[in-house]
């Protein structure tokens, strides 16, 4: 019999609707029955694609003995973390703080108003090394809350205030125009500068990249912070090419790894050693476009083709396996899959995992963790024939597996593909050129993709999520960009971004309230988007409008902007947005069911919504203003490749240049609050955690290089359709350098929609019938250019 959660759209919650448990899903029908029975609600947080959800799920939900105490002494209630980011990142907070780690599957146990009291990750259903299996737990707890409700309740009370207490600590304290208020943030910012790069720099792994040991996750916030140092100190300053090559380093040993699918292209989630090589195997979207920007920036940065290549091999990825045909992006595809019958030593891991026999059998397939993605070197013979010995040496695949540490012995005779050395020293054992060995390589490797689509696939969570498609669409935009070289790439990558867009405007866009929606499968979800969502999307958008210049795209961002200030902004009790402590909220103000709103503080597998919002704020700014407010509006500090914001002598060693300040009387005070106070009182609303600890959140630091500075712009003006508007918008993305935003002047619609934010874009035209560039920065334009190479010239791009 099913049970509730047959009902919801969810993969996750499906994958549970077949349990003996009484499920429910979070909302006021669970929570008033856990009321009126008087019962305390057992919470289970998880995703379609977790491993140890999968584990917990056979052993203990589908059990019928353990659903018989769940269904007697509590309200069960599931919960997909994906779909409800708030929850989770709340009752997370709590299992930390109590724990000192967390994970999934989360297991949480609450008072019938959703205070916690006691929680958890996996529980083996029995007793195991000295630790309580699953039942006992249950018991234990049912027990106690028979016995010590008041106990119980008094102490979950007390943690509700200790979370409230850390969503508030650290507010923003006022804030006035005076000079002599900047100098400290200013200051504050170098010293997070130093002490996040210093950071990085003593735990970094100089043998195989990435930062600390096993294992080790892709944190795509980290790398863009590098390259952001390098672009403020310039790549040629001992310090700029320190942070490049420890980038540079850890993107060529993801590349090289296990982590990265070389088969099929984009990247598992993590490594579980630290040489990114034995993969936990699940892929998530939000990590496919994180890493490829980061093989973009690589690539601008050092000009490398090889992290072209890696990028294209994400995008081809994502278009192939996660797109639906909608044009929304799927959130992602799990770890585990049914073993492959015993059809052929091609398909099969292994002979002893698929039987001797190929004869049917009626027992439940068996699942395994990278069942899909492992080989065993006779299938890779039975699909290469002669190329087999070259592909073998290049990727270290041998007859008894190639996973030496192996504890649990998963990998006997099985080999994850992970190249083993450079394909110049492949040529030339193998007698070749590059070129040739290269085309060999790739023609490999599209044969094992070929037969690999045959074997069972892995879980497809086919739900479109509003904030991990606004990150893909920016990974896109950034493609369109930088890899836009040939035209037919460009207009792929462009379309890919614009369908995903249009998608989320059509399905998950209200345009009467102004909302969005979190996730779409199967129709839209009812949940209603959160400040990720926004983040991420209003990211996307601007992102989207420098690739194609369409300016819907940029008035739909300032719209959902509002919706965003409106929905999570931190304001006063009574309402003063100039007197709140500034950041936004993960939640809406409005759900009673949410126990505390939480400020997300930390750029981990995602950026916090406040890093990104406070580098959209600033580029809003940049583009189109919006008024000069009070809030360190007289200070210009000086960042660039002379005077940058941090300064170097010698890697590992950063030093600051005083702040200079503007003359007084260069901003007038609005009363409405403006992009750019906004921003700062976003940065300065979590001053306590990026002062501490700011490799907490490099993504946010990022967004200082704007927040410190004048704006810097680029417009071009012209035909975008034309040769000569496109050769000048290509000098802009070539190379990495300090941020801009870039403009459109094109006669048009959109060039006079921006004129009335920015009246002097209206005078702004081709030359002589040319596409013409306007670099502007620190309120005054150079000498408009028609040539390339004086727009590199003028970027210092040379």
């Known amino acids: 019999m099913l049970n509730r959660l047959a009902a919801e759209k969810s993969p996750y919650l499906r994958q549970h609707a077949e349990n003996p448990v009484d499920w429910f899903p979070w909302g006021g029908e669970a929570l008033a029955k856990a009321r009126a029975e008087q019962k305390p609600i057992f919470l289970s947080i998880g995703y379609s694609t977790c491993h140890w959800c999968h584990v917990m799920a056979h052993e203990s939900f589908e059990n019928a003995a353990v659903a018989e105490v769940l269904n007697r002494d509590f309200v069960a209630v599931k919960v997909d973390r994906e779909e409800r980011p708030d929850l989770d990142r709340v009752y997370m907070t709590y299992v930390q703080q109590t724990l000192g780690h967390g994970g999934w599957p989360m297991s949480v146990w609450l008072t019938p108003e959703g205070k916690p009291f006691y929680g958890g990750t996996y529980f083996a259903p029995d007793d195991r090394h000295g630790r309580p299996g699953f039942v006992s737990v249950l018991k234990a707890i049912a027990r106690h809350w028979q016995e010590d409700r008041e106990k119980i309740e008094t102490g979950a009370e007390e943690m509700v205030q200790s979370l409230r207490r850390y969503a508030t600590e650290g507010g923003a304290r006022e804030i006035t125009a005076d000079s002599a208020q900047l100098a400290p943030l200013h200051e504050a910012a170098g010293d997070a500068f130093e002490k996040c790069y210093q950071y990085f720099y003593e735990g970094y792994d100089a043998q195989w990249g990435g930062f600390g040991g096993a294992p080790k996750f892709p944190r795509g916030s980290v790398i863009n912070f590098l390259f952001r140092i390098a672009s403020l100190q310039g790549a040629q300053s001992e310090l700029g090419a320190a942070a490049v090559k420890m980038a540079e380093h850890t993107l060529q040993k993801m590349a090289e790894g296990g982590v990265h699918d070389h088969v099929g292209g984009g990247f598992h989630r993590y ?48 278009q192939r396996d996660l797109t639906g045909p909608h044009g929304g992006f799927y959130s992602a595809e799990d770890a585990d899959s049914v073993l492959p019958p015993n059809v052929g030593p091609a398909l099969a891991p292994s002979r002893s995992e698929a039987g001797a026999s ?83 390589l790739l023609g490999c490797l599209e044969k094992l993709r070929m037969v690999r689509t045959k074997r069972p696939r892995p879980h497809l969570d086919d739900k479109v999520i509003t904030a991990w498609n606004g990150l893909m669409i920016s990974a896109l935009a950034k493609g369109c960009q930088v890899l836009g070289g040939e035209e037919e790439a460009r207009a792929a990558y462009l379309n890919q971004a614009t369908r995903a867009a249009e998608f989320i405007e059509r399905e998950l866009f209200d345009p009467v309230t102004g909302v969005l929606y979190r996730s779409w499968r199967e129709g839209r979800s009812n949940i209603e988007g959160f400040a990720e969502d926004y983040s991420y999307l209003i990211q996307g958008l601007l992102d989207l409008y420098e690739a194609g210049f369409e300016s819907r795209w940029l008035q739909w961002a300032v719209k959902l902007q509002d919706k965003m200030d409106e929905l999570f902004w931190d304001e006063d009790p009574v309402g003063q947005p100039q007197g709140g402590r500034g950041g936004y909220f993960n939640s809406r103000a409005d759900d009673p069911t949410v126990i505390v709103r939480l400020k997300e503080d930390y750029d981990g597998a995602e950026p916090a919504p406040n890093s990104v919002a406070a580098m959209n704020l600033m580029r809003l700014d940049w583009m189109i203003g919006g008024g000069n407010g009070p809030l360190f509006a007289r200070c210009k500090p000086g960042i660039g490749p002379g005077t940058p914001l941090l300064a170097a002598a010698t890697p590992g060693s950063v030093t600051r240049p005083p702040p200079r300040l503007k003359s007084p009387g260069q901003g007038t005070p609005s009363t409405k609050i403006s992009y750019r106070e906004r921003a700062l009182k976003t940065i300065d609303a979590l001053r306590s955690q990026w002062s501490r600890v700011p490799q907490a959140l490099p993504q946010l630091l990022s967004a200082f290089e704007l927040a410190l500075t004048e704006p810097r712009t680029v417009v071009l003006a012209g035909d975008l359709a034309k040769a000569d508007f496109r050769a000048l918008a290509a000098v802009v993305h070539e190379k990495q350098g300090l941020r801009r935003v870039l403009l459109c002047a094109d006669g048009a619609e959109g060039q006079r929609w921006l004129a009335s934010r920015r009246p002097y874009l209206a005078e702004m035209k081709p030359l002589e019938g040319r596409a013409t560039a306007y670099v502007c920065e620190d309120f005054s334009c150079q000498r408009p250019v028609t040539d390339s190479a004086e727009l590199k010239r003028l970027l210092g791009h040379t």
Request: hydrophobic residues 40%.
């Open 358 to 440: 190929a004869s049917p059998t009626t027992e439940k397939p068996k699942h395994a963790e990278g069942a899909f993605y492992v080989w065993t070197k006779e299938g890779i013979e039975g699909v290469l024939g002669a190329d087999a010995a070259f592909f073998c040496a290049h990727f270290g695949v041998k007859a008894e597996g190639n996973v030496a540490h192996d504890p649990q012995q998963e990998f006997v005779g099985k080999n994850i593909l992970r190249q083993r050395q450079s394909l110049s020293v492949t040529a030339r054992e193998f007698d070749l050129d590059v070129e040739t060995a290269s085309v060999k």
């Open 271 to 318: 490594s579980v050693d630290e040489e990114w090589f034995v993969p936990h195997f699940e892929k998530m979207l939000y990590d496919q476009a994180q890493i490829a920007l980061n093989y973009l920036e690589a690539k601008q940065a050092t000009g490398r083709e090889v992290f072209a290549w890696m990028a294209r091999g994400i995008f081809e990825y994502v």
